[in-house]
């Protein structure tokens, strides 16, 4: 396993890119991995910070180049190989993370496995109201298949694809996350002996 490289995976609302700003924000020695998307920038985005906005003919010109790339709701997404350096932590789909794998970085891959209500109450409570049920329901739905077996599947003869699995829930009762983000930092923290 390679510590100096660490891709999380989760499902939307799994609370993966908080979990990722919170480990860079203890270590940090470690920079966020940043990634190419053809959309706009969300109000607060900083181009080269937390995305390289480009345009669509951008993707076109240097498909080539892309370690793993895909299209979310037209928008094109996708990171080059020198996004991987040391020190660096990603946040990928499975499908990214098959990329990456299949192209030989060698990597520490985090999986963070939350139930599927959890995630749906999470999001509920982050999102403006009046967008919040169609878009916790377009993004659970969009997630339904996409991390079946993630967390035991293979790739080549005898490797796991994901290391280290991480399993948070929920407190139903007060609608907030049993493990805190430090809890699990501390957990990647002992894994990988940090």
């Known amino acids: 396993m390679n510590k100096k490289i660490i891709i999380i995976a989760g499902a939307s609302a799994s609370g993966k890119d908080s979990l990722a700003k919170r ?36 993707f076109i010109d240097h498909k080539n180049e892309f370690v793993e790339s895909a299209v979310y709701r037209g928008w094109h997404y996708g990171s080059m190989a020198q996004s991987f350096e040391n020190y660096t932590v990603s946040v990928l789909t499975p499908s990214g993370v098959r990329a990456i794998r299949a192209a030989g970085i060698d990597c520490t891959v985090i999986y963070l496995s939350v139930p599927r209500p959890a995630r749906i109450i999470a999001y509920l409570k ?12 377009r993004r659970s739905v969009s997630d339904v298949g996409a991390f079946d077996g993630f967390e035991t599947e293979k790739f080549g003869i005898n490797d796991n ?11 139903y009762e007060t609608c907030q996350y049993i493990k805190t983000l430090d809890d699990l930092v501390d957990e990647i923290k002992t894994k990988l002996d940090l």
């Open 23 to 58: 480990f860079i924000e203890r270590f940090p020695e470690y920079k966020k991995s940043v990634s190419f998307t053809s959309r706009d920038p969300r109000e607060g985005e900083i181009d080269g910070k937390d995305y390289h906005f480009v345009d669509d003919k951008f």
């Open 126 to 137: 982050r999102q403006p109201k009046d967008e919040a049920v169609d878009e916790g329901y």
């Open 161 to 171: 694809m994901v290391d280290i699995v991480l399993h948070n829930n929920m407190n």
